[in-house]
């Protein structure tokens, strides 16, 4: 069956700290894969969208991997601040699917400062 | 930036009744919008997908005649919960965008309703 894997233990870093975040997938063949944030009692936010024949991709202090081969994404943010505290989804969207993505439960951040 | 607002953000409702959710994109056009589903600690389900001017299209395992969805215009979406049950209590949220040219979703920000 199709999986798509976050960590449902909270990540706790210091203030500072690069946090990185793992999105892990079971058969699907993406065609991409989107990262949002979510805040408690809030929608879904965008944050950066990486294609399957990308590697790499930035945003000011973030920064997201995807490895079709391990069949996972990474996602990091730098200089982490209090104000990254969120849960963070991933999201992937299969080639010649419906254009809808599906989203994974998301992993909650913890910024101390 | 794309703008979709959600209304209203908590209700609270006794069970057997009617709950009426909107969603508006408020400043571009959205011919398909997306209503999900979220408990607590939980991934986003997605639940049906409404599209103007026709009906929506439901996931397995939602019930259409107890989610209704209109999508009467190309900003507005509503999702009416029809007789409302304890267990139908949940984060419900909507999103527009998306589609073929990998444009990411613009979510409302949800409606928390409980049923008592």
């Known amino acids: 069956s199709q999986k798509i894997e976050q960590n449902s233990e909270a990540l706790n870093i210091q203030e500072g700290k690069t946090a990185t975040l793992t999105c892990n997938y079971t058969n699907y063949s993406p065609a991409y894969l989107q990262w949002y944030r979510q805040d408690p009692g809030r929608g879904p936010v965008f944050l950066l969208l990486?294609?399957?024949?990308?590697k790499e991709k930035r945003k000011e202090r973030l920064k997201v991997t995807f490895d079709t081969t391990l069949k996972q994404s990474l996602f990091h943010i730098t200089a982490s601040q209090p104000a990254d505290s969120a849960t963070y989804l991933c999201?992937?969207?299969?080639?010649?699917?419906?254009?809808?993505?599906?989203f994974g439960r998301g992993t909650s951040l913890i910024v101390h400062p | 930036g794309a703008v979709v607002s959600q209304h209203p953000s908590r209700v609270i409702c006794k069970s057997g009744t009617s709950v009426k959710i909107e969603c508006r994109s408020l400043d571009f056009q959205a011919t398909t919008m997306f209503w999900y589903r979220q408990f607590p600690k939980q991934s986003l389900m997605l639940m049906a997908t409404s599209n103007e001017g026709s009906k929506a299209t439901y996931e397995q395992g939602v019930e259409k005649d107890k989610f209704l969805i209109n999508h009467a215009s190309l900003t507005l979406s509503t999702l009416t919960v029809t007789s409302a049950h304890p267990e139908d209590s949940s984060f419900y949220i909507c999103?527009?965008?998306?589609?073929?040219?990998?444009?990411?979703?613009?979510f409302g920000n949800g409606t928390r309703l409980t049923v008592t």
């Open positions: 999103s527009a965008g998306g589609g073929p040219y990998n444009s990411p979703l613009h």
């Open positions: 990486i294609r399957e024949n990308e």
């Open positions: 999201a992937l969207e299969e080639s010649g699917g419906s254009y809808i993505p599906t």
